[in-house]
């Protein structure tokens, strides 16, 4: 027992005198679990929502904010999706995005039309594309679907997208939680995948751009940058729902919780002050854009505004990306990146 | 110290027996670990030839102008090509007992190099997948003879690969044949950017070195891109393909060709595929242990099977896993972010260890000596 007192003192301690573990260890633990726990819980209540909504014991609106805060919950938990979500094609399960020829729609509506009364085994048998919360989100706000006047028809679907959800996350944090699971990855050294805590704050800051770089994308695609600048609106992420912004905000929200954790080990302040007012900015125009994006990027009069945000969302991204990875001597992408 | 023929001659002579011993024999031969030989960055972004032993002590680190891709050996020569990554123009011959850089190889006019190319075992030519820009996307194999008088290299005809977009290519057992895994991606000028991915025609060529076809097969999937492939002591032929259509698709990401039957896919089971994200990178076959290693760099995944049941001996997490090959016991894999590492495989149960070699910026294949 003594010996095993010493042994974790001089881990704790050794774990304390190397703030980059110690950041990691707090990083897995206070931010990554919880947020794939967040995740989780916002699935259970998307279930409970759905079945009540189904049975006729909620209006409308409440299964509506059952899903906004799933939306919530997964879009803040992208830059933050190390490990198992991130593997296996777990997270084309959870939204479909970019949709470019509507699949979404035309798959959900050929599922139904094959199976009347769809079943779990009939849903898990299907495409990625009708299993998540674009599907959901295209029955519940989509006019074509016209839900109110069809519960039947889509409440199998609507169900079975709800348990879904909540197995794929029950299955996640199960991963993370188990034994050598991916909470222990990241806070005991080495293991089968990090020599040391560098490389799996490597590993979290990676995910993190990442997660910086698609909000890029999901702010580009719409304004036409993909397109000659011809706006597609409806390349919007959740366009149906017209949650686009909050969903960015709640993105955003995550990548600034990794950095909150990783400023302590930045000794340059003008990089901190940098990366401090980029988030910033960042957030301030997210939170002034005055409509819907896909009705902002359909009026040029709002391309300056939009313009500008991207920009912020550039120098962010190359912030974190070269001088923050170069401060902390982490190297963020190469063959995995730029293959060939 | 400037490296003459006289030296390089007597040094071939010397260890041209042993080389046939296997990829490592050069230097265990002499009492030394395995020579890696590889391109790599610095995290200024300057390029590199380098060759390190496994116990990592350094061998060289030669800086190179463009950024290299795969490193073939002269078959008994310490020489070996560093070959220009697509679309280089630019291949290095280095010496590989001092790094001493050779010569910069040049593409010829509306050519550009792939990445990959082999000695022939006579040690007097050398065949490199290559992309006729002039008539975009024509894959040729590009025939260069080496000067033995002034040790360069020679342009000397080219060959078509009978398919667009060439990418690795080997020697089956004979010698004489080589197979190519014809990506069909078609790349224009200087440009990465694929301009077909609707109308690709990937196929796995088998052809002797003058050009004749001998054999051409393809895979079902017309998007499934096939790129690299390792070649067994039995004349086993194992391919990895990267995928260009929708990500969630299961497609067969590893496929095999055993003498004298159809080329097709590896059994991999699907969780395993899911993991690599649709693309494949290095392949490497242990001969004496009959096992197959590939890296998943986009997956951060890497495996070993048994080369003939297909059970598999190693899946694991390994950050931007890139270049992989059989050194004694093993594996050794590289990685673009991570540490590289071990694979001991004297025992089913296989066992890992880190190497103690520089961390991260290797590129995607390596060679060893």
Known sequence: ?340 | MSLTRRQLLGVGAAVAGAATLGGWALWSGRGQSPLLLSARNDDAGQHYAVGYFLDGRRAFATPVAERCHDVCRHPFLPLALFVGRRPSRESYLVDLRDGTLVQALHSQSQRHFYGHAVFHRSGQWLYATENDTGEAGRGVVGRYRLDSQRLQLIHDGEVSSHGVGPHQLAWLPDGESLVIGNGGIRTEGGSREAMNLDTMAPSLVVMDRHGERISKETLPQSQNSIRHLAVAADGTVITGQQYHGAPWDSVPLLAIKRPGEAYQPFPVATSQLAMMKQYTASIAIHNEKRLVAMTAPRGNRFFIWDLDSAATLVDAAMPDCAGVGAVPGGFAVTSGQGKCRYFDCRSREVTSRWLELPDAWWDNHLGLA
């Open chain 1, 1 to 340: 027992m003594q010996r095993l007192i010493v042994l974790i003192t001089t881990l704790m301690l050794a774990a304390c005198s190397n703030p980059r573990q110690e950041v990691t260890v707090q990083l897995a633990n206070q931010v990554l679990l919880p947020a794939h726990q967040q995740w989780q819980s916002r699935n259970a209540a998307l279930l409970d929502s759905t079945r009540a909504w189904c049975s006729g014991d909620q209006p409308l609106a409440s299964l509506e904010q059952a899903f906004h805060q799933t939306q919530s919950a997964w879009s803040r938990l992208q830059p933050l999706m190390v490990g198992p979500l991130s593997e296996g094609n777990r997270s084309w399960q959870v939204q479909f995005w970019p949709d470019k020829r509507n699949m979404v729609a035309r798959q959900t509506e050929d599922l139904l039309n094959e199976f009347a009364d769809l079943t779990q085994p009939q849903l898990e048998g299907a495409s990625v594309v009708v299993q998540g919360l674009t599907a959901f989100e295209y029955v519940l706000f989509d006019e074509q679907a016209a839900l109110t006047d069809n519960r039947g028809r889509y409440c199998p679907l609507l169900t079975g997208i709800a348990r879904h959800q909540l197995t794929l996350s029950n299955e996640v944090v199960g991963l993370w939680q188990q034994p050598d699971g991916m909470l222990e990855t990241l806070t005991s050294f080495p293991n089968g995948r990090y020599a040391n805590a560098d490389k799996a704050l490597g590993g979290i800051l990676r995910v993190q751009v990442t997660g910086v770089d698609t909000l890029k994308k999901k702010l580009g695609t719409p304004m036409g940058r993909l397109n000659s600048g011809v706006p597609q609106p409806y390349q919007a992420e959740a366009w149906r729902s017209r949650h686009s912004t909050e969903n960015l905000l709640a993105s955003l929200t995550g990548a600034q919780a990794v950095w909150e954790r990783v400023r302590s080990l930045v000794g340059d302040a003008k990089l901190v002050g940098d990366i401090d007012a980029a988030y910033k900015s960042v957030r301030d125009k997210l939170a002034a854009l005055p409509a819907p994006l896909m009705n902002m990027v359909e009026d040029k009069a709002n391309q300056p505004q939009l313009q500008s945000l991207y920009a912020d969302l550039d120098a962010l991204e190359n912030l974190q990306q070269t001088d923050l990875a170069r401060h902390l001597g982490i190297q963020i992408g190469f063959n995995a990146n730029d293959g060939d």
